[in-house]
RNA sequence: GCCGCGUUGGUCAAUCGGUUAAGACGCCUCCCUUUCACGGAGGAAUGAGGGGUUCGACUCCCCUACGCGGUACCA
């Protein structure tokens, strides 16, 4: 298997979950997973971005066995690299000698002007094709010694495949099954650039068979071209050893239609990369899941079953589960809509099956950033255990229990003082001696404990305990108000309700 | 325009000719809880349209519609 992503920016949603189903289906079956840096387009290569996506993968958890990172038997794993080698080039010319390619010297700016000519309502965008390109310079239109005379001069010029017109090319897909095409509508695609580098179509070919790829999974946008990677096969290397294809559907706009991008996700405010990442050509930033405070766990989980499922319906699934379980025939075929409250859902789903200790770490950076004390390992995680379930997100951690390690900074003295009175001034003063007198206690006997005083100063307990969760944890919020006390211990606890006193006297 | 791929509730989706068409997210109601959650019990909500095939179609075939993708010396 190979995840061949190119190096021109953060590594999306939907390249997380091919590489995840590249991955799945390699450990699957004992199979290797090779991680190629398709990064021939030099116009559009972006320092970084090949580093950015290791990293990536790393945070996911779905590691290569080989890749540029990683050495190994089918290297290098850069195209750039393998262009160097003169790996490309080498075939594009075995493709000429057959008569299954040919040199076209046409200029961008004559490719323009033809297209611009050939322009009309019912065909918008003229192919360079069976047809046309009997109109520009190739060497199929010229006379052999004009080619030789242009080659000889050194006039740049690319190297396209010839495709024929009305042949049937058809392959199995393992998602969509017999899919057929006529040559007809494909075009004269280039395969060696001007510059030398290969296109897409060539190097595809070319490095899946030094390779020895056995099973190509890429996006469904790659359907229309599968017949010219097809004929390549069975041009250069027959296309018995042509890999198994599976075209993936798309993950498309929670809203509307289309393809899901980056700036959906801007718009409608969720990440749409996996971790953090900044275009170092625009400066402009984007937000990942990772910082967004998704666990990897939850991130693999939600990206597996958007397109897949079991059967059974089951939803959480370890990694370890998915390797057992997937299979490339329980794929759908039409895309699905992102849907970031069920991601989350199930980034609260892993919050809470997860031990604390898990993202401890994570979670203690994150009150540091806030500027909050992190207490020792054990009694931060006891902490984050007790409020887990009101967190969808590692940030709300910060909410949800900082009051437990710094005291809060506001008080909603609101929610007190209309239903405030002496008696319950007096019962708070008593309680604070009984806390004072009293042994530390367990959450059900402070409880046992505070309401057997409550009845004795013939006041409700309900009244009494808002007012205490206020004084503990300065608001309406928080895990059951004794379990609390107990955390926080007698010494604060009884520091807290002394100071919110104080506030309602003044 | 042409080519290809799709289409089950708002969303993710099960079903592989016979079901009261699962389940999950979200939404609503109730219970638990003198906070907020978690948990529990319920509820509303689905086969794009039209033709076939068949004793019987969500399921198979055809057409239409709609959506998406492609149509670059980008991947």
Redesign the pocket.
């Known amino acids: 298997m190979r995840f ?3 190096p ?1 920016g953060g590594l999306h949603l939907g390249g997380v979950r091919t590489v995840l189903y590249n991955y799945l289906f390699a450990r699957r079956h004992g199979g290797d997973f090779i991680l190629r840096i ?1 990064d ?2 030099q ?2 290569y972006v320092p970084g971005a090949e580093e950015y996506i290791i990293d990536s993968l790393k945070w996911c958890g779905l590691e290569p066995d080989e890749g540029p990172h990683k050495s190994g038997p089918h290297g290098p794993y850069r195209q750039s690299e393998r262009k160097a080698l003169g790996l490309y080039e080498k075939y594009a010319r075995q493709l000429i000698e057959q008569g299954h390619a040919y040199y ?1 010297f ?3 700016e004559e ?1 323009e002007s033809m ?1 611009e000519k050939h322009k009309t ?8 094709n069976h047809t046309l390109r009997r109109k520009m310079r190739n060497s199929l239109s010229l006379d052999p010694a004009e080619t030789q005379r242009l080659l000889a001069e050194g006039t ?3 190297i396209r495949i010839r495709l024929d017109p009305d042949q049937d090319v058809h392959f199995t897909d393992m ?8 040559t ?2 494909v ?1 004269d ?2 395969l060696l ?3 030398g ?5 060539l190097a595809v070919v070319v490095d899946d068979h030094l390779m020895e790829i056995t099973h190509a999974f890429r996006g ?6 599968a017949p010219v990677h097809i004929l390549l096969w069975r041009y250069l290397f027959g296309e018995g050893k042509m890999p198994q294809w599976a ?1 993936l ?2 993950i ?1 706009k ?1 809203d ?4 899901l991008s980056k700036r959906d996700g801007d718009r409608l405010g969720f990440p749409v990369f996996a971790m953090n990442w900044t275009d170092p050509r625009t400066a402009e930033p984007a937000t990942g899941f990772r910082e967004t405070g998704f666990l990897p766990q939850a991130f693999v989980n939600l990206l597996a ?5 079991d ?1 059974t ?1 089951q ?1 959480l699934f370890t990694l370890q589960e998915l390797v057992e379980k997937f299979s490339m025939d ?1 794929v ?8 970031f ?2 991601a ?2 199930f980034n ?1 789903e892993w919050i ?1 099956k997860l031990p604390a200790a898990d993202y401890a770490d994570r979670v203690a950076s994150l009150f540091e950033a806030a500027g909050i004390p992190v207490p020792p390992a054990g009694r931060f995680e006891q902490v984050l255990d007790l409020v887990k ?2 967190c969808a997100l590692l940030p709300e951690f910060v909410p949800q229990a900082g009051f437990f390690f710094q005291a809060p900074a506001t008080i909603d003295l609101d929610a007190v003082r209309p239903k405030w009175n002496d008696a319950k001034a007096l019962f708070f003063a008593e309680y604070i001696r009984q806390l004072e007198l009293n042994p530390e206690l367990d959450p059900p006997a402070l409880e046992a404990q505070f309401k057997e005083m409550a009845a004795a100063a013939a006041i ?4 009494l ?2 007012p205490l ?1 206020i004084m503990l944890v300065g608001g ?6 004794f379990d609390i006390a107990v955390l926080l211990g007698r010494e604060e606890t009884i520091r807290r309700i002394r100071h919110t006193l104080a506030l309602l006297k003044g």
């Not at 580098?197 to 179509?201: D, I, N, R």
């Not at 469904?220 to 071209?225: A, D």
């Not at 309406?476 to 108000?481: A, I, L, M, Q």
């Open positions: 061949a992503p190119s021109t398709e021939t387009d116009g559009r076209a046409d200029t961008p490719l297209r309502a019912e065909n918008p965008s003229p192919q360079y740049p010029y690319v998602i969509r099954g017999e899919v057929h095409f006529s007809t509508g075009d695609k280039v650039k001007a510059d580098m290969p296109t897409y179509h469904e946008e790659w359907l229309p071209s075209h559907p798309l498309l929670p509307g239609h289309g393809k079953v958007l397109g897949w499922n059967g319906g939803e329980r759908h075929k039409g895309g699905a809509k992102f849907d409250e069920k989350k859902w609260h809470k379930d009101r409700k307990p309900g009244e305990l808002m969760r309406k919020f928080g895990p059951h108000v």
